[in-house]
């Protein structure tokens, strides 16, 4: 059964950094587009960042752009979101989500697989 599990969320002040990660089992994620989105109170799913199954190309909402940096270990097959410079607006569960197909979707419809979220909460 493939499961893509989340840690590294918390309770920071703005302008503090977290790093996000996300452990796939019974899925490589060199196989995969590998993205994440996040889903603040109140509002709709959102993409935030995605790299490509062959690794070589990232995409990031312009909201992070330059903030966010998102990566895969494929010895570990982890992903991972290095979030710098947090916001208040950056508040949201974020999810780990694995899309079978090419180029760097993101839409929300594009991923098969999701995993349970991690809460990340920025206080001003």
């Known amino acids: 059964q493939v499961q893509l599990v989340e840690s590294g969320g918390g309770l920071v002040q703005a302008g503090d950094s977290l790093r996000l990660s996300c452990a796939a089992s019974e899925l490589l994620v060199s196989s995969y587009a590998m993205g994440w989105f996040r889903q603040g109170p109140g509002k709709e799913r959102e993409f935030v960042a995605v790299v490509s199954r062959r690794g070589q190309i990232t995409t990031y909402v312009d909201s992070v752009k330059g903030r966010f940096t998102i990566s895969r270990d494929n010895d ?49």
């Open 76 to 124: 570990k097959n982890t992903v991972y979101l290095q979030m710098n410079s947090l916001k208040p607006e950056d508040t949201a569960v974020y999810y780990c989500a694995a899309a079978f197909i090419g180029g760097v979707p993101t839409s929300t419809s594009d991923y098969r697989y999701w995993g349970q979220g991690t809460q990340v909460t920025v206080s001003s």
